[in-house]
Each structure stands twice: as structure tokens, then as C-alpha cells.
């Protein structure tokens, strides 16, 4: 069995700690020492798997290599999706990448997004999935509903194949709150948790009977792919031309061989503030805190201060979210439109939705702690052993002061380590690059200025990283 994780999207209804560059599986929303995607990569220990195949936009690899990093996880490859095409290409790309040298394992496809209260449940529900898996059957999972949820679509179970394993007798879509409890009621209905268990072969013999195109351009684009260290980087023109669906539209809806496992296991895929102040510790007044927080006569809100002090008073089911370059504040019950927010920071041009002030890179991290309309400053943090590219600007100088730490240097032609409390200027036109020799990580402030201070504003001439 190979896990196969898959950890596209943006998860924007969890704005503003949830960006487009650092989106919610990269974050450590439930958990405070692990994120998603490495809790999601925890819940198979105790199974027997292979290596991990994750998949992840283009512009979240390092995010991703450094998770698993630092999770000691050795991957059987990140593949990149140069842009997304939901679900049914993604399992297509694994699949494919799993039969590359003969073999045919079963897939055990999961979001690096959802969270598990119970995780002996869920390697239960997988090991009572496998055999209908050996055996041919394409199987999801299905959650054992415990209140009529409208945000999820549901799956009816059909004759019995096993305890655990139905056939599936049909998908249905997203209820109406009457419609939902009838399905609760009913005992009949699971929530689609968009999990699924089936041998790479039989995924591909369904996709190509039903919707052959996407697989014709998913052979393509992984016939034209290129491995850099763990990255496997598709032929873009191929994928980009595939068609978008979902596993459920292009394959479980038409296949005669679905199956659902009934799954009870404390499942949430957080997908709104609600979800995470549901499955978050409380106090004694159904309170979730994260932070520095001070709540006076406060009843069922989440709160977390990522940053400063908040304090909330005589309030009742609010969200209350803080970081450094925004705030957020909604009543529990209208949290499905924080998407709505988003869709307007972006239509006004703004950047709130794209990053936080904080911009994690292979490197490091640096933090844009000021800002006017000439010039920049940043926090950088360059971690031991670590290079930035050689680099040029064609519209900004930069100006170094070392904080702590020794950085090496090359300013044009010349190449010298700068110290504790010295400084260095880069002049605008002047090739340049910054390396951290030391066994301590190197911390500097830069002073950017000129008439055009975008991060578009990089012409490389090299990058360990391979970044263009």
C-alpha cells in the first residue's frame, strides 16, 4: 500500500492565517507543534505502507520538502502541479508514478488537510478497506454522520460486503438542512470524506473508460516530467491542457465497482473557523483559545492571537483571528463567507490573500516589517548553510546590517564576510548574493530603496533551489 497525499489547494475560508502561498495544510491549526500535513503524515504509523507520494502546487515546494523534512519523512517524490485540476489528474499523476517500474500497489489517496481524533479507528477502517480493495473495488470513505451537516455531500450505502465495506448505492450532493436530517434519521447516509483506497491499475482502467482524456494528458504530461531531488516536475504544456474534475464526478459516480467503508474516527476537514473551534480544546464557557487571550464573560468563541494581546469582552460565538498584517472577525454562523472577503481583497488589488508579513523561502524567512513609498525594510533570517540566489535588481539598493550571525558576502566582483553590528550596500544594477557560512542562524536587516520595490524585481543568474 502507498499513501498518496494530496495537498493542493488554498483553504480560503481560513483567512487571514490560511494565504495563497502558505495555505491551511501547511499550517498548525490543531496541534501546536505539527501541522496538517505532518499529522496527516503521522496518522499512518502503525500501518505497512511504502514511501509517501505527495502531491503540491508548484509554488508551495518548499513548504512542503521542508515539512517533510522536518517530520523525517523520506518521500517517494513531491509531485509539482505547475496548476490545478482537482482531484481526478491528481490520484492520476500518483498512479502512474506508482506503476513506473511494474508495480501496481494500492493507493490509500488522502487530504493533507483533515484531522482524525481517533486514529486506531482509522487504520482500522483502512485495514477492513483493503480486501475489497485487492480484490478490484474502488473504495471511499464514508464518515458516520453525528449531527445533519449541509456542508458535505453524502454517500448511500448499498448491500453489505463486508461489516465495515458497502457497495455504494449512490453519491448525492450538498443537502438542504430537512433534506440532511432525513439522511441522518435514515441511518443509511455517510458523509463523502474524499478519502479513497484502490490498486493504481483499476484507478487508471476506470479513469480511461470514463473520462480517457484526462488520462491522455496525464500520461503525457508524466512521460515529459524531470526529477530535481525530490521534485518531480510534470511537462506543463501537457497537464496544463488536461481537463479538471473531480474523482467523484469522473470516476465514483460512474464506476460500477464504488464501495464506501463506514469510518468513525472523529473525522473534521476544517474547512471553515467553525470546524476548528469544534474539534479545538475548551475552557468551562465552550471557549477555544490560541495565543495571548483574555476573555471576559465570553461564551463559545474562537480566538486566536498569533502575535499580540486580544482580548474580547461580553461576546458570544464569535470568530476572532489576529496575525500581523490582518484581523479577522465573524459570527460562527456566517464563517462560510469569510470566502467572500477573500474574493474582494483580490479584486481591490490588495495582497492580504497572497502571503503574511512573515514569507518563508528555502533559505529562511523574512519578515517586511515596514514599508513607505520609496522604501522597504525587511527582518531576514538565513538558516546555517543556507544561500540565497546570485541575484540582480534592476530598480532597488539594499542596504545590510548583520544582526547576529556572520554572512558571506559577494557584491559585484568582490566577495567578504560581514559581522555582528557591520553593514554592507548593494548599489541597484549589482550582481549580488548572501550566504550564512556559520553553524548559527544569520540575522540581518535590509533596507530596500528605489523607484520599484517588487519581489518581481529578480533577475537570477543562479539558485540552488532551482527558481527561475
Excluded at 287 to 292: A, E, F, P, Q
Excluded at 330 to 351: F, L, M, P, T, Y
Amino acid at each position: 500500500m502507498q499513501p498518496v497525499i494530496m495537498a493542493g489547494g488554498s483553504g480560503s475560508r481560513l483567512w487571514p492565517l490560511s494565504r495563497q502561498l502558505n495555505p491551511k495544510q501547511f499550517l498548525a491549526l490543531v496541534n501546536p507543534d505539527t501541522t496538517l500535513l505532518q499529522d496527516t503524515l503521522a496518522r499512518l504509523d502503525g500501518l505497512e505502507a511504502a514511501a509517501p507520494v505527495l502531491i503540491c502546487n508548484e509554488e508551495h515546494r518548499f513548504l512542503a520538502a521542508e515539512q517533510l523534512r522536518q517530520a523525517e519523512i523520506q518521500p517517494d517524490g513531491i509531485l509539482l502541479e505547475p496548476t490545478g485540476r482537482n482531484t481526478a489528474p491528481a490520484i492520476a499523476l500518483a498512479a502512474l508514478r506508482a506503476r513506473r517500474v511494474g508495480e501496481d500497489p494500492l493507493l490509500l489517496v488522502l487530504a493533507a488537510d483533515h484531522t482524525m481524533a481517533d486514529v486506531a479507528a482509522f487504520q482500522a477502517s483502512v485495514k477492513a478497506a483493503m480486501p475489497q480493495a485487492e480484490a478490484g473495488k474502488l473504495v471511499t470513505f464514508g464518515v458516520v454522520p453525528h449531527c445533519p451537516e449541509t456542508g458535505y455531500g453524502y454517500i448511500k450505502r448499498g448491500k453489505p460486503l463486508s461489516d465495515q465495506v458497502h457497495q455504494v448505492d449512490r453519491f448525492v450532493e450538498k443537502p438542504d438542512l430537512t433534506t440532511a436530517q432525513d439522511y441522518l434519521d435514515s441511518g443509511d447516509y455517510l458523509w463523502n470524506s474524499g478519502m479513497f483506497l484502490f490498486r493504481a491499475s483499476r484507478y487508471l482502467e476506470e479513469l480511461g473508460n470514463h473520462r480517457p482524456g484526462i488520462l491522455a494528458a496525464c500520461e503525457k504530461a508524466m512521460a515529459g516530467c524531470s526529477e530535481d531531488m525530490d521534485f518531480v516536475r510534470l511537462d506543463k504544456a501537457a497537464f496544463r491542457s488536461c481537463p479538471s474534475d473531480s474523482v467523484d464526478y469522473a470516476v465514483m459516480e460512474n464506476t460500477e465497482s464504488a464501495a464506501v467503508v463506514s469510518l468513525d474516527a472523529g473525522w473534521s476537514d476544517i474547512g471553515s473557523w467553525s470546524a476548528l473551534w469544534e474539534v479545538g480544546g475548551k475552557d468551562e464557557n465552550d471557549n477555544s483559545h490560541y495565543g495571548d487571550v483574555i476573555a471576559q464573560d465570553c461564551q463559545c468563541t474562537l480566538v486566536r492571537a498569533e502575535h499580540r494581546l486580544v482580548a474580547t469582552v461580553g461576546v458570544r460565538d464569535l470568530i476572532v483571528v489576529e496575525t500581523k498584517d490582518a484581523v479577522l472577525v465573524a459570527h460562527k454562523d456566517s464563517v462560510q463567507d469569510v470566502k467572500k472577503v477573500v474574493e474582494r481583497i483580490r479584486d481591490d488589488g490588495r495582497h492580504e490573500h497572497i502571503n503574511h508579513r512573515e514569507v518563508y523561502r528555502p533559505w529562511g524567512v523574512y519578515d517586511s516589517i515596514d514599508n513607505g513609498e520609496r522604501y522597504q525594510v525587511k527582518r531576514i533570517t538565513v538558516k546555517p548553510g543556507a544561500r540565497l540566489s546570485l541575484q540582480m535588481h534592476h530598480h532597488r539598493a539594499e542596504h545590510w546590517v548583520v544582526v547576529s550571525g556572520t554572512a558571506k558576502v559577494t557584491n559585484g566582483d568582490k566577495t567578504y564576510l560581514v559581522t555582528e553590528n557591520e553593514s554592507t550596500f548593494i548599489p541597484i544594477g549589482c550582481t549580488h548574493t548572501l550566504e550564512n557560512p556559520g553553524v548559527i542562524d544569520l540575522e540581518l536587516i535590509e533596507v530596500q530603496s528605489g523607484s520599484y520595490l517588487g519581489e518581481d524585481d529578480i533577475v537570477r543568474f543562479e539558485d540552488r533551489y532551482g527558481r527561475c
